[in-house]
């Protein structure tokens, strides 16, 4: 599967909207674009997916430019509770590997 | 229920000693898994069940032995860990069995195992 690649880290203030962006240059024309959430000592959980323009669920939006080589996640109004580590996978039809990159660590100030 | 349990929540061995970790689903999943997450880390995926039928191992050493009895439970064998095995082992469901694209991975808490 395609490389993906986000930043290490950033930081937020409470009530602000962060946007974490996934380049993913080499990504295959059967890929969708997942991101999950993981907070300290838990399993990770899926936040949201999509293959191309924009999905939104109740926790947060993705966008997916036309060439698919990158996507960004949309959290509005962070809390405290976002703090977490973000991370970005490509999954491809009739894989059941999920690549983890090294994600993005959130750190939701007050 | 969307839920995934794992026992032991925590678990310390010695490098003698034999033990096994648990997995419980009852989604319906037919596809599990096993993660280890060393601190600071990302999961690496180890083995993959496809209709309780071992379908993928990642080269794990044969000190990790996977096992599925039935469809809901899943079983991660140790023995003779090395102190260097000490992580978070992640344990994850999947509803498909042909590992799709949009298949999501529902995962457990996770057991913090550490080798002595």
């Known amino acids: 599967l395609a490389k993906t690649t986000q930043p290490i880290s950033m930081d937020s203030y409470e009530g602000q909207e962060v946007n974490i962006t996934c380049s993913h240059n080499?990504?295959?024309?059967?890929?969708?674009i997942t991101w999950y959430q993981q907070f300290p000592s838990q399993g990770p959980r899926f936040i949201i997916q999509g293959y191309k323009t924009k999905v939104t669920n109740e926790v947060a939006s993705l966008f997916i430019p036309a060439d698919r080589k990158s996507s960004t996640l949309s959290l509005p109004r962070v809390s405290l509770s976002d703090t977490a580590v973000y991370y970005c996978?490509?999954?491809?039809?009739?894989?059941?590997?999920?690549?983890f990159g090294k994600g993005t660590k959130l750190s939701v100030i007050p | 229920d969307t839920e995934v349990t794992q026992t032991p929540k925590h678990l310390v061995m010695g490098m003698t000693n034999k033990k096994s970790l648990k997995c419980e689903q009852h989604m319906g999943h037919r596809a599990m898994y096993w993660y280890k997450q060393k601190a600071k880390k990302p999961p690496e995926l180890m083995f993959v069940y496809s209709y309780e039928k071992l379908s993928i191992n990642e080269s794990v050493p044969s000190r990790f032995s996977p096992e599925c009895p039935n469809s809901s439970l899943l079983n991660l064998h140790l023995h003779a860990l090395q102190p260097e095995d000490s992580a978070l082992y992640l344990c994850a469901s999947s509803q498909g069995a042909g590992g799709g694209a949009t298949d999501t991975q529902y995962f457990g808490p996770g057991t913090r195992l550490t080798v002595l």
């Open positions: 996978l490509l999954s491809g039809a009739g894989s059941y590997q999920l690549t």
């Open positions: 080499n990504i295959a024309t059967n890929d969708y």
